[in-house]
């Protein structure tokens, strides 16, 4: 990608992530504190000796990605594809329920404006060509702002799978090359699916390692032999689309050939999501951004009848060259589209951070309907930053990075609902990147989206990683892990609260997996956006600290501006740090189309339930189930039939979690083989019940 500045998006490929502090040589200010406050003071980019730097080298051990050119596309076969099995998400993307203002954190915000963003997979992870999984790194960076994302896209690149390990673990070593294609983390794409967003590869030309014209061969009878294999890849991965960073002239004829190929894999697969940049001309195969949707570029979409690509990712420079966007929507609405669908204006995040030079926020905000959509670039890039000043490698300093992420998502204060930047914006911008009191928060232009259309509904508030995993209360492993695809679906709003209570999240307890929430004060905590049609009562269980009081409040569709609120027993009989708080919710035609806490106490909360009434059956145990090492070391592998009624599969030596996975397949690094050679699965239905232990003996 380019943008205005000197420094090209190449060149952060290039020095391999270190971030706009070290590329563009700017101080970078800490984070402010929970508490409020603008950041203030500057310190050089260190790292604390022995600190995990990221991108620093190294193959994880195991099943990762790589990346893809045309001949290894050609010689694609699920059979021999290394750690294939283990790569692929088998989750199909959840139906989003449709818009209901009333329930809205903004009611007069526009649902009809859409997000795309490119996030770095596993941001301050220190594997860079490689991308995992399911690893053990504590500090790597999770999504849990998914309902604001309508198509997430991988943005990093892979090295090619026929590159030796040995050049793989030297970032700096020559011959190390990158695939132009590069599938998404299959974690990332499981999480995306489960909250009902798009996850699409990244397609990054130009490439040293094959000729452009190998992916325009095509066959005497009008067929694409890469289109065909980009097709199946994207099937068999789970996946569903590309972004198209064509960053490169190519010839007339290339790029004819080109846009062939675009509508050749929409005709074999309809589906198949394409988002293509704003940089070669479709005409004449020309490198020129056009920082707006113009004559030139909107070709690219085909016609309405005909469609090449489903949007465009509009280059940086359309503040200056299209100001408010009226001449895009103008010249988008000539060519028959609708500007919102097809139309997605770039903000630059990764130099940028919260002070980018474009403002999203002044053309759709409540009350302002968007005039196109909004991509974001690399919104993760503080993170990353972070990461490489050892910021991020204890729970303290990643609570100070979570909050960072939630005043990104959810406004300056944290609360969608109170979204807005606290102080006028002023140039220069890409500089004082961490100064959330001039941002509006992502919650201020696009509408928190749904999954939740029907039950059950269980949330551990598990985010993707974690120094530790508890189950039931109970620490069952104290490594630190990270895998994105077992994430619970999240929360509609972080956090949308009402009164004096504070919310946080909280790595230092967990009931359920790594992480809880801790609360404080008194007031409402609202929990998920939903459209749930009751044929019996609604059970509720709130897995919660012994101190707190807490009652459900459940919101309908016909009475939208009232709370039925219900309160909630807690289990007089429980002890220790968690216990029970249960109630139901009776049965009604009317719609249940919030679900909501009310909430007096300081304490945690561990994990919400909410399902039909009646007994919830047990998943079937998994069959099949076979363990061995790996490579003749302490690495094990282990593979089972998937089980009727299971939604997710937890791994265990003895008593020890190795991890969860919602595959037929699992990986485990390092297992020390002295504790023990027995190893079992246990199925997990939707509900988060737990089905009986399969268990094998390596022998």
């Not at 325009?216 to 199946?232: H, S």
Request: with cysteine; charged share 20%.
């Amino acid at each position: 990608m380019s943008s205005s500045s000197k420094t090209s998006r190449r060149t952060f490929l290039t020095v391999g992530g270190v971030g706009l502090a070290g590329v563009l040589g700017l101080a970078t200010a800490p984070a402010a504190s929970a508490a409020g406050g603008a950041p203030s003071g500057v310190h050089p980019a260190m790292t604390p000796p022995g600190t995990p730097v990221p991108g620093s080298g190294g193959i994880p051990a195991g099943p990762s990605t790589f990346g893809w050119n045309p001949r290894d596309l050609l010689d694609f076969d699920p059979a021999t594809t290394p750690w294939g099995r283990h790569l692929r998400c088998l989750i199909p993307r959840a139906e989003r329920i449709a818009p209901f203002a009333p329930t809205q954190a903004h009611p007069d915000l526009d649902p009809a404006v859409q997000l795309s963003t490119l996030t770095i997979d596993d941001a301050g992870s220190v594997y860079e060509g490689r991308n995992q999984a399911i690893g053990q790194e504590p500090y790597v960076y999770t999504q849990r702002y998914w309902p604001y994302i309508d198509i997430w896209g991988t943005w990093h690149g892979q090295v090619l799978a026929s590159v030796p390990d040995e050049v793989v673990k030297d970032p700096s070593a020559p011959n190390r090359d990158y695939g132009v294609i590069d599938i998404p983390n299959p974690g990332w794409t499981e999480a995306a699916h489960k909250n009902g967003a798009r996850a699409i590869g990244g397609w990054f030309w130009p490439r040293s390692t094959t000729a452009f014209d190998e992916f325009l061969v095509q066959r005497p009878d009008g067929t694409f032999p890469v289109g065909d294999k980009i097709v199946e890849l994207k099937k068999y991965f789970g996946f569903d689309g590309l972004f198209i960073n064509q960053e490169a002239s190519i010839t007339k004829a290339q790029v004819g050939k080109l846009f062939e190929l675009f509508r050749y894999i929409k005709s074999v697969d309809p589906d198949f999501y394409l988002q293509y940049y704003d940089a070669v001309l479709p005409d004449s195969g020309e490198l020129d951004y056009q920082n707006e949707l113009n004559a030139r570029n909107l070709p690219s979409l085909g016609t309405p009848r005909d469609r090449a690509v489903d949007s465009i990712f509009i280059n940086y420079d359309w503040p200056r060259v299209d100001p408010g966007l009226k001449n895009s929507v103008a010249a988008t609405k000539a060519a028959g589209f609708d500007p919102r669908q097809v139309g997605f204006a770039g903000v630059e995040h990764q130099k940028g951070g919260f002070r980018p030079m474009e403002c999203f926020g002044d053309l759709a905000a409540p009350g302002k309907p968007g005039p196109m959509s909004v991509a974001l670039f690399v919104d993760s890039e503080f993170w990353l930053d972070a990461a490489h000043r050892g910021e991020v490698h204890d729970p303290q300093g990643r609570a100070r990075y979570r909050d960072l992420e939630q005043k990104f998502w959810s406004g300056p204060t944290g609360n969608p609902a109170e979204s807005g930047r606290l102080d006028a914006r002023k140039p220069p911008y890409r500089s004082d990147v961490l100064n959330y009191r001039q941002w509006d928060g992502i919650a201020h232009s696009v509408v928190e989206r749904s999954p939740y259309g029907s039950l059950p509904i269980v949330n551990s508030f598990n985010v993707g990683v974690g120094s530790s995993f508890s189950i039931g209360g109970r620490t069952v492993s104290a490594r630190g892990w990270d895998n994105q695809g077992i994430a619970d679906p999240s929360l509609s709003w972080q956090y949308w609260t009402e009164g004096r209570l504070a919310v946080a999240l909280d790595e230092t307890a967990s009931y359920d997996s790594g992480h809880s929430l801790s609360v404080s004060g008194s007031g409402v905590l609202h929990l998920f956006k939903t459209e749930l049609r009751q044929s019996r009562a609604v059970q509720v269980e709130v897995i919660a600290g012994p101190g707190l009081t807490l009652e459900v409040g459940v919101t309908r569709r016909s009475r939208p501006g009232r709370i039925e609120w219900r309160p909630l027993e807690r289990d007089g009989g429980a002890s220790g740090p968690w216990a029970p708080y249960r109630g139901a919710i009776p049965a009604g035609r009317d719609a249940v189309v919030r679900l909501s806490l009310r909430i007096s106490g300081t304490g945690r909360l561990g994990r919400l339930s909410f399902r039909e009434a009646g007994a919830t059956p047990a998943p079937a145990p998994v069959k099949g189930l076979a363990v061995r090492t790996v490579g003749g070391g302490s690495d094990v592998e282990f593979t089972w039939t998937l089980s009727g009624g299971a939604s997710a599969y937890d791994v265990f030596q003895g008593d020890l979690w190795l991890g969860r996975t919602h595959r037929d397949a699992f990986f485990s690094p390092g297992v020390d083989l002295g504790e023990g050679r027995t190893f079992s699965v246990v199925p997990i239905s939707a509900a988060g019940v737990r089905g009986p232990a399969t268990a094998a003996r390596l022998g």
